[in-house]
């Protein structure tokens, strides 16, 4: 069972979400909140799989509230989902540099919405290869590299083609077959990776390589 905790300071976006949910056998809806205080102190009680949190709301917002959730130690297993009406923004990019997993718009198909609560609570990267090239190429020139830079020099050679593969949008499959190793050898290199770079999730992984320079936007390469 999927436990997801829904946090929107508007209640009939609320409703309207924990309607779509109740129908799905696999995912329960655990708790909701109206803010970024609450989405904190919630998905502490309840230690939901998935939080779909709103990114602008009064008081604390979703990126700071992502912020706190990701660098909580007892809330590891959290993956945090952004909403947003706006699509790909500015706010979008620091809730993914804050440790958001991923984000939707509010207006999507339910059937995408579901897939990706799905996606998240396997604690992969709800980024499709286009969205993310478009999201962070927009952004990342903006920001300055230095250390993140620097910390390449953590990551054997093998390690840097493996996540630069990721960063594009290739599945674990994918990369075993593209760099010509094993599935468990992809997948090991992947988590070695985040732990050296300290990094929550894909996610946050794919934005670490735009943001060093392991891999360049479009309008770049």
């Known amino acids: 069972m999927i436990k997801v905790l829904i946090v929107d300071d508007q209640a009939l976006i609320r409703a309207g979400f924990r309607a779509l949910l109740a129908e799905e056998d696999d995912i329960e809806v655990v708790a909701e909140?109206?803010?970024?205080?609450?989405?904190?102190?919630?998905?502490?009680?309840?230690?939901?799989?998935?939080?779909?949190?709103?990114?602008?709301?009064?008081?604390?917002d979703?990126?700071?509230?992502?912020?706190?959730?990701?660098?909580?130690?007892?809330?590891?297993g959290?993956?945090?989902?952004?909403?947003?009406?706006?699509?790909?923004?500015e706010y979008v990019y620091?809730?993914?540099?804050a440790g958001a997993a991923g984000f939707l718009v509010k207006d999507t198909d339910p059937a995408d919405l579901l897939h990706g609560i799905r996606v998240a609570a396997r604690g992969d990267a709800l980024l499709s290869p286009a969205i993310t090239r478009r999201l962070i190429g927009e952004f990342v020139a903006r920001r300055p590299r230095g250390a993140v830079a620097d910390a390449l020099g953590v990551l054997t050679h093998r390690e840097r083609e493996?996540?630069?593969?990721?960063?594009?949008?290739?599945s674990n499959e994918e990369i075993a077959e593209t760099a010509v190793i094993s599935l468990a050898t992809a997948k090991t290199h992947i988590s070695r990776a985040m732990t050296k770079l300290h990094a929550r999730d894909r996610a946050q992984l794919v934005v670490f390589a735009y943001e060093s320079g392991l891999v360049l936007p479009p309008d770049r390469t």
């Not at 979703?62 to 590891?76: H, N, P, V």
């Not at 493996?162 to 290739?170: H, I, K, P």
Request: proline residues 3%; hydrophobic residues 50%.
């Open 33 to 60: 909140g109206t803010h970024g205080g609450e989405a904190v102190e919630l998905a502490v009680a309840y230690r939901p799989d998935v939080v779909l949190l709103d990114i602008q709301m009064p008081g604390l």
């Open 62 to 76: 979703g990126i700071e509230a992502t912020r706190l959730i990701s660098g909580d130690e007892r809330l590891a």
């Open 78 to 89: 959290v993956h945090v989902v952004i909403l947003t009406n706006y699509g790909l923004d």
């Open 94 to 97: 620091d809730a993914l540099r």
């Open 162 to 170: 493996v996540v630069a593969l990721a960063a594009r949008g290739l």
